[in-house]
C-alpha cells in the first residue's frame, strides 16, 4: 500500500494533473502512514506530539461519554415506550431489526442497540457535512486537510437531543464550521469551538426541536423536561444524586454522565491535552456562583434553591468543562489566563442557569463568551506581566 502510494504521489504534487486534489491525497497517506514531510538535522526541536495525536487523544477521552449516551438514550427511549405502550415506526425497522435488539428497559443491550439507531444517523450526517466543508476549503486554499473535523464530527452529536431532525442539525453545523471556523482560516484559527457555535445556531435557528427545557422528546405526545427544567418550573427533578452523576437521566446523548466526563477528564489532563486549570477554576466559578445565589435564596426563583453539588452533575457542564472550554484553539493561552477564563465559565453557567428561568441550561453560552473574551484576557495578562517586568527592571 505504501509503495502504491509513493507512485502515484507525484500526480498530486506541484505539476502534476490532480495537483488540485493533493489535500486530499495527502489526507488520506497521512491518515494510515507518517506525514510526507520530514525535518532533519540537529536544529529542529523534535516533540511527541502533534495535531493528529491530540484529535486522536480527545477522541479516546470522548470513549466513555459515547458508550453512556448510547446506553443511556435507549434506556430513556425505552422507558418512554414502555410509560406509553407504543412503539415509533421508525424504530422498528432501524438498526435494532438487524442486530436483533428489542425494547426491553432492562436490557443492556437492547437500551445500547436503541440509543446507538438514534446516535449513528446524526454521526453519519456531521461527518459527511464536516468531511465536505474541510475538503472544500483545503482544496480551494491549497492546504492540508486537518483531523480536527473528525473530533467536531464527534463531538457534535454528543450535545445534541437524540431526536433533532438530522436536516436540522446538518445546516447547523454547516454554519457553525463555515462561519465559526473555515471563515477564520479554517483549523487552528478559529475564534470559538466550532461544534459548540453549530450547537448554538441549531438552538436559537429551531427552539422547537433543540430547546433548554424539554430536550427530551422520545415519541410523539411524550416529553420528558431535564432536571434543570424541572427544577426551573418549580417540579420536582425526581432523579437521584446517583443516577445524575452516573448519568441516567433525560438531556442531550452525550451530555449526562459525570462520571464519564470526569473519565475524559483524567486523560486529557494524564496526556496533556486538556488544562487542569481551566478545568478546575470552571468549577470554583460555578460553586462559588451558585452557592452565592443558594445562600441568598427566592421565594419565586426555584433555581435559587438548587445546591452547587447539583449544579455539577446535572446540565451539560461537565462536557462542556471538559471538551468545549479546554479546546486549545479557542482557549486562554497564558497560563494565569486560564484560571481567570475557567473561572468566567463557571460563574456565567451558574449566572444564566439562575436568574435567566427561561433558559436553565447555560454551559453553551458561557463557553461561548469565554471564547470571545479569551483574547481579551490573555491581553490583560500579558500586560500585566509586561509592566511588572518593566517595573522590576527600573528598580
Not at 292 to 303: H, Q, R, W
Not at 323 to 334: K, N, Y
Request: glycine share 10%.
Amino acid at each position: 500500500m505504501k509503495a502504491f502510494l509513493n507512485k502515484q504521489a507525484k500526480h498530486f504534487e506541484k505539476g502534476g494533473k490532480l495537483e488540485r486534489w493533493f489535500p486530499v491525497f495527502e489526507m488520506v497517506d497521512t491518515f494510515i502512514y507518517t506525514p510526507l514531510a520530514k525535518t532533519t538535522g540537529r536544529t529542529h526541536a523534535r516533540d511527541g506530539i502533534e495535531l493528529k495525536r491530540i484529535m486522536t487523544t480527545v477522541v479516546l477521552a470522548l470513549i466513555p461519554c459515547v458508550l453512556m449516551a448510547f446506553y443511556n438514550t435507549g434506556l430513556q427511549a425505552n422507558n418512554a415506550i414502555v410509560q406509553t405502550g407504543t412503539i415509533p415506526e421508525g424504530l422498528r425497522y432501524s438498526i435494532l431489526a438487524y442486530f436483533g435488539a428489542g425494547f426491553n428497559p432492562g436490557s443492556i443491550y437492547d437500551n445500547a442497540m436503541l440509543g446507538l439507531s438514534y446516535f449513528l444517523p446524526l454521526y453519519i450526517a456531521t461527518l459527511v457535512v464536516g468531511g465536505i466543508w474541510e475538503v472544500l476549503f483545503a482544496v480551494v486554499r491549497k492546504h492540508e486537510i486537518g483531523e480536527a473535523f473528525l473530533v467536531t464530527s464527534l463531538l457534535y452529536p454528543l450535545i445534541l437531543p437524540p431526536t433533532v431532525p438530522v436536516w436540522q442539525a446538518m445546516v447547523a453545523l454547516s454554519i457553525g464550521l463555515v462561519f465559526g471556523k473555515e471563515l477564520f482560516g479554517g483549523t487552528g484559527r478559529n475564534l470559538v469551538n466550532p461544534a459548540l457555535f453549530a450547537r448554538a445556531v441549531l438552538f436559537f435557528s429551531y427552539p422547537a426541536s433543540a430547546s433548554g427545557d424539554t430536550v427530551w422528546i422520545a415519541l410523539d405526545g411524550f416529553s420528558r423536561a431535564t432536571p434543570l427544567a424541572a427544577q426551573a418550573s418549580g417540579l420536582e427533578m425526581n432523579v437521584t444524586f446517583f443516577d445524575a452523576f452516573i448519568g441516567f437521566i433525560p438531556g442531550s446523548m452525550g451530555e449526562t454522565s459525570t462520571l464519564a466526563c470526569l473519565i475524559g477528564a483524567f486523560i486529557l489532563i494524564v496526556t496533556g491535552i486538556g488544562s487542569w486549570r481551566i478545568m478546575l477554576s470552571s468549577v470554583i466559578g460555578l460553586v462559588a456562583v451558585s452557592g452565592l445565589f443558594f445562600a441568598i435564596g427566592s421565594d419565586t426563583n426555584p433555581m435559587f434553591s438548587l445546591s452547587p453539588q447539583w449544579h455539577l452533575v446535572v446540565g451539560g457542564f461537565a462536557f462542556a468543562t471538559v471538551f468545549m472550554a479546554t479546546d486549545p484553539v479557542s482557549a486562554s493561552f497564558t497560563e494565569k489566563g486560564k484560571y481567570y477564563y475557567g473561572f468566567l465559565i463557571g460563574a456565567l453557567t451558574a449566572l444564566v442557569r439562575v436568574v435567566n428561568p427561561a433558559y436553565p441550561e447555560g454551559a453553551m453560552l458561557a463557553v461561548l463568551f469565554a471564547n470571545v473574551m479569551a483574547p481579551l484576557v490573555d491581553y490583560v495578562v500579558i500586560r500585566a506581566n509586561i509592566k511588572r517586568r518593566g517595573a522590576r527592571s527600573a528598580a
